[in-house]
């Protein structure tokens, strides 16, 4: 399974932008996606994750901002961002799991500016 992330960039506070994960390969066994980041100096957190059959749970530092959603027809999941902030600076990373095995995206860069 490969993937690749985009839609990230930079944006002011109070800002929106949408990440898309295209996923490619053995597609028909991807179960659960998802989205993590890691900011600078710190450690790779969930963001949020979507089962195949579109069940959600949202970390609760995006709760009400952020919203996962998936396209099983596109093999692509999506991660809507509203009212930014500059602790949402970070890159941000898409995975897949098939089976036991997790896939990961390169990663796409947001930067919130204040």
């Known amino acids: 399974v490969q993937l690749v992330e985009s839609g990230g960039g930079s944006v002011q506070a109070g800002g929106s932008l949408r990440l898309s994960c295209a996923a490619s390969g053995i597609i028909f066994s991807i179960n659960g996606m998802g989205w993590y980041r890691q900011g600078p100096g710190k450690q790779r957190e969930l963001v949020a994750v979507?089962?195949?059959?579109?069940?959600?749970d949202h970390a609760d530092s995006v709760k009400g901002r952020f919203t996962i959603s998936r396209d099983n027809a596109k093999n692509t999941v999506y991660l809507q961002m509203n009212s930014l902030k500059p602790e949402d600076t970070a890159v941000y990373y898409c995975n897949a799991d098939v089976g036991h095995v997790r896939y990961w995206g390169l990663g796409t860069q947001v930067t919130v500016s204040s």
């Open positions: 979507i089962t195949r059959g579109g069940n959600t």
